[in-house]
T-cell receptor
Framework: DTAVSQTPKYLVTQMGNDKSIKCEQNLGHDTMYWYKQDSKKFLKIMFSYNNKELIINETVPNRFSPKSPDKAHLNLHINSLELGDSAVYFC???????????FGPGTRLTVT | AQSVAQPEDQVNVAEGNPLTVKCTYSVSGNPYLFWYVQYPNRGLQFLLKYITGDNLVKGSYGFEAEFNKSQTSFHLKKPSALVSDSALYFCAVRALSGGSYIPTFGRGTSLIVHP
């Protein structure tokens, strides 16, 4: 029983393409997040949704668009991919009150 | 703005010895503090958290952390290190900012436990 799952695990694509990453959690959490981890392992929050409502939107290019169809799902769509978008993207979930997050296995995005 | 500092990029310790991974933070208001561990090619795993109460918090895999408000620190400790503890450790803080709870992570500390 995977708590937080992401698809795909690996994504290799060319510059200029559009791609999506999907995330699902079965923990009953009300809050979900997207993070970007760069090659130096630095982790930066991108977005967060609470009960399908966007609550955190950090300084991310508007080529990145999150979408939460329900509390258990949070997808990330990226338009016009650039070389600098290459990274590992992590989805996470939590209960807003308790705070500890549970992370998915990550999606390694490589833009060529 | 809130911030988290992990002053050591890497910590080396011999198996069986005690280990400490350091973390200091800066927030306005009362922080929620967390430690996570990341093994190679895996997502982060929650280890422990401090919200309120006893300053010594116990977590998974024998780890503990001590909250020190005056020094704004939350160091991760373990009495006896195992080779299998070798991983990347992240300290994180969650505090209210602009009406939302923003989680902020440190840059991570690589723990290497030598046999």
């Amino acid at each position: 029983d995977t708590a937080v799952s992401q698809t795909p695990k690996y994504l290799v694509t060319q510059m200029g393409n559009d791609k999506s990453i999907k995330c699902e959690q079965n923990l009953g959490h009300d809050t979900m997040y997207w993070y970007k981890q760069d090659s130096k392992k630095f982790l930066k929050i991108m977005f967060s949704y609470n009960n399908k409502e966007l609550i955190i939107n950090e300084t991310v290019p508007n080529r990145f668009s999150p979408k939460s169809p329900d509390k258990a799902h949070l997808n990330l769509h990226i338009n016009s991919l650039e070389l600098g978008d290459s990274a590992v993207y992590f989805c996470a979930s939590s209960l807003l009150g308790s705070g500890e997050q549970y992370f998915g296995p990550g999606t390694r995005l490589t833009v060529t | 703005a809130q911030s988290v500092a992990q002053p050591e990029d890497q910590v080396n310790v011999a198996e069986g010895n005690p280990l400490t991974v350091k973390c200091t933070y800066s927030v306005s208001g009362n922080p929620y503090l967390f430690w996570y561990v990341q093994y190679p090619n895996r997502g982060l795993q929650f280890l422990l958290k401090y919200i309120t109460g006893d300053n010594l918090v116990k977590g998974s895999y024998g780890f503990e952390a001590e909250f020190n408000k005056s020094q704004t620190s939350f160091h991760l400790k373990k009495p006896s290190a195992l080779v299998s503890d070798s991983a990347l450790y992240f300290c994180a803080v969650r505090a209210l900012s602009g009406g939302s709870y923003i989680p902020t992570f440190g840059r991570g500390t690589s723990l290497i436990v030598h046999p």
